[in-house]
């Protein structure tokens, strides 16, 4: 898949946020989530920010700590690594149950899956398909996903290849998983003056080849935002919606932090 050149890296203490001072620049007011029948929209909540997500302004869910939180699931017990993000995820509408009482967490996601989920996260903005010149040839017919991928592409976050195709159907590794985030979530944080140390993904860079998700991982794993340990970094791993739904989590923590 192309993908645009990763961007310079501020250095620092190693895991540690550094802030800067954010651009003088007033953000534009944030546009209303659009409808995704038939799957449910993200619930508007309290502390709802407004993120510059590279260019557009979008509306990013809060902390999950207000409001009611639904499950359990018959397929995820209470000691579930991920119990906690994913009640948030079905909660906020960011990647909701299969069926009214299984979540499917071990199910792995599509790339198509991590673009709706992405999509959502950010407030469901709309993408007006009317029109549109064909940029892809393999989108397929539902509406939702269509907005999520064309969404993500404009803002740099998904790319098709030589034959205009972005694969949605097909499982998501670790290694497209990390570009999205990262590419997506990475300016929006900068944006607002929030970064991380970059001196593990310096090296990472200069070892890895072109096309290498190795810096996005390393970017992921040092905002708190990875939803697998430091040492395994398997970037052709697949990613389940209990994986997806941890990072989502915690990147909405992370925004809302930053942002508080």
Not at 40 to 57: D, E, I, M
Not at 167 to 172: C, I, L
Not at 180 to 192: D, K, Q
């Amino acid at each position: 898949m192309r993908r645009p050149a990763a961007p310079q890296l501020r250095p620092g203490r190693p895991g540690s946020p550094i802030r800067v001072m954010p651009p003088a620049t007033a953000s534009a007011p944030a546009p209303e989530p659009a409808p995704a029948a038939p799957r449910r929209a993200p619930l508007a909540r309290t502390g709802r920010r407004a993120v510059l997500l590279v260019g557009a302004a979008a509306a990013v869910s809060g902390a999950a700590g207000a409001g009611r939180l639904t499950g359990p699931f018959e397929d995820v017990a209470a000691d579930h690594p991920g119990a906690e993000a994913i009640r948030w995820a079905e909660e906020t509408g960011v990647q909701s149950a299969l069926t009214a009482t299984g979540y499917s967490p071990d199910a792995v996601v599509t790339r198509g899956d991590v673009a709706e989920a992405l999509h959502r996260l950010a407030g469901a903005p709309p993408v007006g398909l009317g029109g549109l010149p064909l940029l892809f040839t393999d989108l397929g017919e539902d509406p939702a996903r269509v907005s999520a991928v064309l969404w993500l592409h404009g803002r740099g976050a998904l790319w098709g290849d030589a034959d205009m195709r972005v694969r949605p159907d097909e499982p998501a590794t670790r290694d497209c998983t990390a570009m999205m985030l990262t590419a997506l979530l990475r300016p929006a944080l900068a944006g607002v003056g929030v970064t991380w140390d970059a001196a593990a993904e310096v090296s990472l860079l200069q070892a890895a080849g072109p096309g290498s998700a190795l810096a996005d991982l390393a970017w992921l794993e040092a905002a708190g935002m990875a939803s697998w340990e430091p040492t395994d970094r398997a970037g052709d791993a697949a990613v389940t919606r209990a994986d997806l739904a941890v990072s989502l989590q915690r990147a909405d923590t992370v925004v809302t932090s930053a942002l508080g």
